[in-house]
Every structure is written in C-alpha cells, then in structure tokens.
C-alpha cells in the first residue's frame, strides 16, 4: 500500500459536484493499493498514519499525531499512485490491485483508521471520479509505501 498524506487546514472531495465529505484540521490521505498487499499492510500503514507526529506542538516542533490535535482524517482511493511511468510517456498501472482486490482492504484502512484516531473517517467514493479541494497546511505532505519499512 501506498499512501500521500497532506497535514490540512481543510479538505473537501466532491462526486458529481456533490460534496461527498468535508474535514477540518487534519490529515488528507490518498491511498493506493498494489496487488500484493494484505491486511498486513492495512495494519501497518493504518498505524503510522495515526501515529505520525507531523502537527506543531507548544514550541512549534512537529511532535504531535492527528489524535493528539483533535484533527480528523480524509481517505480517497488512488489507484494511480502505482503509475509507472518507466517506458514512454503513457503510464501502466499493472501493479495497481483490481477493484475486487482493492475495496475490501480500502473499507478495512478507513475501519482500521476509525477504530485508531477515535473519530469516523471519512471518505470518497472508491472507484469514482472525483474532485478534492484542499488547503495543505504548511505545506506539509508525507509519502509512505508499506513495502518500504526500513
């Protein structure tokens, strides 16, 4: 799994020219699933997105987690985070998990994300496409791939 996550200000995603949810102060996560990845990597990942310590404490110093801030949480689906883009210029998406591999775990990391930060998260429509308005707070934006746990 791979993710992009941006600290916000606020964050919108619209389906249709229909807002399908909203957020305040918080974190912003477009979540990519490859077709090798497993609960494993929903476990994983769903717990440095909640422990990431990337919101400013007293002093300023990015030493606080979004559960710490109060801060809520977005999750898009984003197939195309697995682009490869190694020959010509029209990417290829092999490694991007089908939709019936890619859901069930997409609705298991929006649950997962749920039960860690205490609030619901939630989310964009899997599959769809959508619009997503944000305003990066800082900016601040953290890229993690399950596959890479050093």
């Not at 997962?112 to 619009?131: C, D, I, N, S, Y």
């Amino acid at each position: 799994m791979r993710v992009v996550i941006q600290r916000v200000r606020e964050c919108a995603v619209y389906v249709d020219a229909s807002c399908r949810a909203r957020i305040g102060p918080g974190l912003m996560v477009l979540l990519g699933v490859a077709v090798d990845d497993t609960e494993e990597d929903v476990e994983w990942l769903c717990g440095k997105i909640a422990r990431l310590r990337i919101f400013p404490d007293a002093e300023g110093a990015m030493n606080l987690d979004v559960t710490q801030v109060h801060g809520e949480v977005l999750l898009v689906s984003q197939f195309t985070l697995y682009a490869d883009t190694a020959r010509g210029n029209r990417p290829s998406f092999i490694r991007a998990a089908r939709p019936e591999q890619a859901m069930p775990l997409y609705q298991r990391a929006q649950q997962r994300l749920t039960e860690l930060v205490g609030r619901p998260v939630p989310t964009g429509e899997f599959g769809a496409h959508m619009q997503v308005e944000l305003a990066n707070d800082g900016p601040v934006t953290i890229i993690i791939d399950s596959k890479d746990r050093e």
